[in-house]
């Protein structure tokens, strides 16, 4: 039986909350041991949902402390991701973050980080959650089928339609720099890895265009919209070969919880 993972959260918003939910739904698998964020009400909040007692605050190096801690969730606002990722790792856990892992002009503060955790025998990682869902997962195991059938892949489109920002600091924020993580890792999943250009069309809080083309020739066309006024996630794949087109549709409720597909 695989041993229980102790968990710790830092930032304890919404998004921390639903990852919570699913984690206290394998309590043989986690259990949260500490919550940090910088309002000790909110990290308390979270908590609440534990069986057991655990710890909140608002200060980094107690937390850090946490004796039995094995990893930690990282669901903060982006622009402090680089600095806790560093002092986490520097205190010994494994990390999941929330992405994007770092901001603007700090690659090599970041690729000092994934070495560090590479040297230390430590899991860092972001969320790739397509790489899971069972549409994108049907589509990637029928490739062969769709080449034999349409020949050559050309180009892949991915959009999405979602709804309004729901916190106030994402409007001041980037959505292709909070977004277009998923929609890149979505192409490695598909094709595998290609190293690729892209050119920004268009960006700001509510919306994002890029069109890029990897080294082996497939063209690539990404938008999203966050304009819905419901609790909605429409996401829009179409893969375009040279005699035919593959399209997936996959639409989530969040007031509801049901998913809607169609390939």
């Known amino acids: 039986m695989p041993r229980l993972v102790k968990l710790g959260f830092i930032g304890c918003g919404g998004h921390s909350g639903r990852h919570a939910d699913v984690v206290l739904k394998m309590p043989h698998s986690f259990e949260i041991v500490g919550a940090l964020d910088t309002r000790k009400d909110d990290a308390e909040k979270l908590l609440s949902k534990c069986s057991i007692s655990a710890l909140a605050t608002t200060n980094l190096s107690e937390f850090l402390s946490i004796g039995d801690m094995d990893a930690v969730l990282i669901g903060t606002p982006h622009k402090s991701h680089l600095e806790l990722c560093e002092a986490t790792l520097k205190a010994g856990n494994n990390i999941f973050c929330e992405k994007p892992l770092w901001e603007g002009e700090k690659s090599e503060a970041g690729k000092r980080v994934i070495e560090g955790a590479l040297h230390r025998g430590l899991i860092f990682s972001s969320c790739h959650l397509r790489r899971y869902e069972k549409e994108y997962v049907y589509v990637k195991e029928h490739l062969n089928e769709y080449f034999e059938k349409f020949g050559k892949a050309i180009e892949l489109h991915f959009q999405f339609f979602y709804h309004e920002p729901s916190t106030d600091w994402k409007k001041d924020d980037s959505l292709l720099l909070d977004h277009m993580n998923h929609e890149i890792d979505l192409v490695h999943f598909l094709f595998g890895y290609s190293p690729a250009k892209f050119w920004r069309l268009s960006h700001s809080f509510d919306e994002y265009r890029v069109s890029g083309k990897t080294e082996t020739g497939l063209g690539i066309w990404f938008s999203g919209y966050r304009r819905l ?35």
Do not use: H, Q, W, Y
């Not at 996630?233 to 593959?246: D, K, S, Y």
């Not at 409720?253 to 809607?260: I, Q």
């Open 229 to 263: 006024k419901s609790r909605t996630f429409r996401n829009e794949l179409e893969l375009v070969f040279e005699t035919g087109r593959v399209r997936a549709e996959v639409i989530l409720s969040s007031a509801t919880g049901m998913v809607s597909s169609t390939i």
